[in-house]
């Protein structure tokens, strides 16, 4: 959860982040809430502001909250995933705004107890942001009363891909040892935690594999749930055609990005996920869950393709390898709907505007 706050020097409100991190901030081992709270960072710093990032690991209790708070002189607090991070801020006297992640109105919203702590969070949050105008319209209905607080801003996406990234070193390195020029690497970019479900398209794409040899599975990202960790472990150790690599540094995962066919994402549930957005702007097709938040991403064969099942994978996974002009359009689409609608100044400009309601309350 970034949050700008700060210390007593005038107009530079040094910030908090709390939110469920598992690597540095920004880095693709972090969650999405880390590469978020460090865009946020940017933003807020080329403001003038100062603004420290923690992660709600860190800071697991209100009284270690208050003392962060205290010791850190904090102005105010932005924070990312409305109950994992705003219900740490509630009661401490520094005014707050919110960016809704995406399991807390998926997920979070259905636990009677978590959605009475999130709407009293909602309360005393000066403003809230959605990444969709599905996810404003879901926390809407379920707040009433934070109805004319909540923004709708969609990630603004920049990608950077390391100059010197090797692809065949990335090749060997996933146990692939064949050449690069006959190879098809599906992509997944995830933490391994069980709303993610990187065994979803597994065993489809593995019989796949066995048919077409140079198709390859290839699951990227952080150990974050350990015990899902060694379930995926044991069962891509086991599944010919899938494998699996740790977490990556965020310019040489844009790398990968760029040099493998296709992108999935197989999520039970998704805010926004930043791996398809930077897949689109790299110009890689994107293959995608058909669930809401994906939905509202990916055009069906016009920025990307939806699927409802493995097989439905397959079949359309198929049908982009064999189909060059369906390539070629998926991402010209995709790429110029990054460009409009998911600019990085846009985004840049609205977080600067919304902090700038908290520094007027710190002066009231």
């Not at 403001?47 to 923690?54: Q, T, V």
């Not at 949050?125 to 109805?147: C, D, G, I, L, Y």
């Not at 935690?193 to 077409?212: C, G, I, T």
Request: hydrophobic share 40%; proline share 5%.
């Amino acid at each position: 959860m970034p949050c700008p706050g700060g210390g007593r020097r005038p107009r530079a409100p040094r910030g908090l982040r709390s939110g469920c991190a598992t690597a540095a901030p920004g880095g693709q081992g972090a969650s999405a809430q880390d590469a978020q709270g460090a865009l946020c960072r940017e933003h807020l710093e080329a403001a003038g502001h100062i603004c420290l990032l923690k992660d709600t690991s860190d800071l697991g209790s209100s009284s270690e909250i208050a003392h962060f708070i205290k010791a850190e002189n904090l102005e105010a607090a932005l924070a990312l995933h409305l109950y994992r991070g705003g219900r740490l801020l509630q009661g401490h006297g520094i005014p707050f705004g919110i960016i809704f992640g995406g399991t807390d109105l998926n997920e979070d919203i259905n636990q009677r107890e978590k959605n009475q702590v999130m709407g009293k969070v909602l309360e005393e949050a000066r403003f809230a942001v959605a990444f969709t105008e599905s996810m404003k319209e879901m926390a809407q209905m379920q707040w009433p009363h934070a109805r004319d607080k909540i923004y709708v801003q969609s990630q603004g996406i920049v990608t950077v891909p390391n100059a010197a990234f090797n692809w065949n070193t990335f090749l060997h390195c996933s146990g692939i040892n064949q050449s690069a020029d006959n190879l098809h690497i599906f992509l997944l970019v995830c933490g391994l935690r069980q709303v993610k479900d990187p065994l979803y398209l597994v065993d489809a794409f593995s019989e796949w594999h066995q048919e077409e040899p140079n198709v390859y599975m290839v699951i990227v990202g952080p150990e974050v749930d350990p015990v899902f960790t060694r379930e995926v472990k044991a069962k891509v150790k086991r599944t010919p055609g899938v494998r699996l690599l740790r977490e990556m540094p965020q310019e040489d995962l844009h790398a990968a990005l760029k040099n493998c066919f296709a992108v999935l994402n197989s999520s039970v549930s998704e805010g926004m996920s930043a791996a398809i957005l930077e897949a689109m702007d790299l110009e890689v097709p994107v293959l995608a869950r058909n669930i809401p938040g994906n939905a509202a991403v990916v055009k069906h064969e016009v920025t990307g393709l939806l699927f409802s099942d493995p097989q439905e994978f397959v079949q359309l996974a198929k049908r982009l390898v064999s189909d060059p002009a369906l390539e070629k359009e998926i991402v010209a689409n995709g790429k110029e709907y990054v460009r409009m609608y998911h600019s990085w100044q846009v985004e840049r400009d609205t977080y600067q505007n919304l902090i700038r309601t908290l520094e007027g309350s710190t002066e009231e």
